[in-house]
């Protein structure tokens, strides 16, 4: 059974940095491709980053050189690194796993639970 805990997320003034993790148990994928999504209020979900275990990150525009998406093998948990956090980011912000065999079949994968980042002054 794959699980996963996100941890991390609150309450920042813009300007500020958080990071959240997403701690994943019961992983067997040879391969796996783990993403960050938020959704604000009023808005569908939307991808912020992915990265693939052995490749490269991609990321949103809208957090493209402010955001940083991480992989850590050997504590199988996902980073995800933000600096420079304006308003436009408070959103509920979730972790995805998904296999390569997920991502041929078009299934959602797996999702965490969800945590809350709010950009305010």
């Known amino acids: 059974q794959v699980q996963l805990v996100q941890s991390g997320g609150g309450s920042v003034q813009p300007g500020g940095s958080l990071r959240l993790s997403c701690l994943v148990s019961g992983n067997a994928f040879r391969t796996l491709i783990m993403g960050w999504y938020r959704q604000a209020p009023g808005k569908q979900r939307e991808l912020v980053a992915d990265?693939?275990?052995?490749?490269?990150?991609n990321y949103a525009d809208s957090v493209k050189d402010r955001f940083t998406i991480s992989l850590d093998n050997a504590e199988n948990t996902s980073y995800l690194q933000m600096n420079s956090l304006e308003p436009e980011d408070t959103a509920v912000y979730y972790c995805n796993l998904k296999s390569l065999l997920i991502v041929a079949r078009g299934d959602p994968g797996y999702w965490g639970p969800g945590t809350q980042v709010t950009v305010s002054s």
């Open positions: 990265i693939r275990s052995g490749g490269s990150p």
